[in-house]
């Protein structure tokens, strides 16, 4: 998977803590309280990112609300996944990622296998 780029990014950043279906208008208008930025370069954007998937749209009125589809945290897995990929040795590079994370970071970590073990076993055998 292909990282975002940064207007992109800054689209759906807002998506997701918006957590609601927005319009290319107020995200404009949101993104103009930083910098200037034309309407029409970000409706682009939105466009592509909804013929990449990232986005749904439904029309309300004669403009286009857009939701996204993946979670911020199902991005960050995918790009996880894609550093891993890149390793010739999957478990060292995982091995050195483990090594710079938190106490509160491993202490997630732990939970997250031990449930994705419990997930597991409840699907029985092959």
């Known amino acids: 998977m292909r ?36 309407y029409t370069t970000v409706m682009t954007v939105a466009n592509i990112l909804y013929q990449k998937g990232w986005l749904l749209r ?11 589809v993946r979670s911020r945290e199902a991005y960050s897995a995918a790009l996880m996944e894609d550093a891993l990929g890149a390793s010739e040795d999957r478990s060292a590079a995982l091995a050195h990622f483990v090594e710079g994370m938190t106490d509160d970071e491993v ?17 029985g055998p092959g």
């Open 58 to 68: 439904t029309k309300q009125g004669r403009a286009w609300l857009y939701t996204p």
């Open 3 to 38: 990282r975002l780029g940064d207007l992109e990014a800054e689209i759906m950043d807002r998506l997701w803590k918006w957590d609601r279906p927005a319009t290319v208008r107020e995200v404009v208008d949101d993104i103009n309280k930083d910098r200037e930025l034309a």
């Open 107 to 123: 202490a997630a970590l732990r939970k997250a296998l031990r449930d994705a073990g419990r997930r597991g076993d409840s699907r």
